[in-house]
């Protein structure tokens, strides 16, 4: 959470500093530069046996280039960068081992109490967006549609039991992850759907003698600020 909050800050220091000081900047139609968004994460392709578990959320943000396609600022494509913090709380418990992890379910653990995958990622969204926004007008209708990259800088595994807390790094999550987004809103409130097409856990994640295909859909709300 400290890192997440660190990075949101300097993306946006920089990007508030950079339209401060470019007039060029002012003079044009430019549009939601800046975003932040909370989400709940579910878990697709669940193995048998596999329950979510407490509150698996998501929170996002940074700042996103708008290029206008049409004179009227209608239409546009946005090129940005962001970082994102993800957890994924379930029953699927993951074991250190020498040679790598092993994963079971909480059931087999004595006071099992919560286990979660937590991920940070720097993000890369690019988006289609139509909005009927003027220069003037700043509540208008939006439908922004497009795929965001992600590149996991740290993966962490947690365990909490009624006699202790474990928690190491994870090196199974998949590194790169895509998947397309779709944003549609009215002012301030929009809502957020991202829909992964990589797997959260890569090859080596074995239970039961076969891969944890595991995939996250996250959906919830997401904000813009010029």
């Known amino acids: 959470m400290r890192l997440f909050i660190f990075v949101l800050t300097f993306i946006f220091g920089l990007a508030c500093f950079a339209q401060d000081t470019s007039s060029e900047c002012k003079e044009r139609y430019y549009e939601d530069q800046f975003y932040m968004g909370i989400t709940y994460n579910f878990i697709r392709n669940r193995p048998q ?20 396609l049409n004179e009227r600022g209608t239409k546009a494509l946005g090129i940005g960068l962001g970082f994102a913090l993800n957890t994924y709380y379930s029953n699927l418990v993951v074991s250190e081992l020498l040679d790598g992890f092993s994963y079971n379910f909480g059931g087999t653990i004595p006071g099992f109490k919560r286990s979660k995958v937590e991920t940070h990622l720097i993000e890369f969204p ?19 549609a497009g795929v965001k990259f992600g590149y996991v800088v740290g993966a962490r595994s947690k365990l909490v039991t009624s006699d202790y807390r474990d928690g190491f790094f994870n090196t199974d999550v998949n590194s790169f992850q895509y998947g397309p987004t779709f944003n549609v809103g009215y002012n301030t409130f929009n809502v ?11 090859d080596n994640a074995i239970l039961n003698n076969e891969s944890i295909d595991i995939k996250p859909l996250r959906i919830g709300l997401v904000f813009y600020i010029l």
């Not at 046996?49 to 206008?68: A, C, E, M, T, W």
């Not at 690019?126 to 922004?144: A, G, P, Q, V």
């Not at 957020?192 to 890569?202: A, K, M, P, V």
Request: hydrophobic share 35%; glycine share 10%; net charge positive.
């Open 192 to 202: 957020h759907i991202y829909y992964s097409l990589t797997e959260l856990l890569g």
């Open 126 to 144: 690019l988006e289609f967006r139509w909005r009927n926004s003027t220069l003037e007008d700043y509540k208008f209708w939006r439908i922004y």
């Open 49 to 68: 046996g596999f329950n979510q578990r407490n509150l698996s959320y998501g929170l996002q943000g940074g700042i996103i280039k708008d290029v206008p």
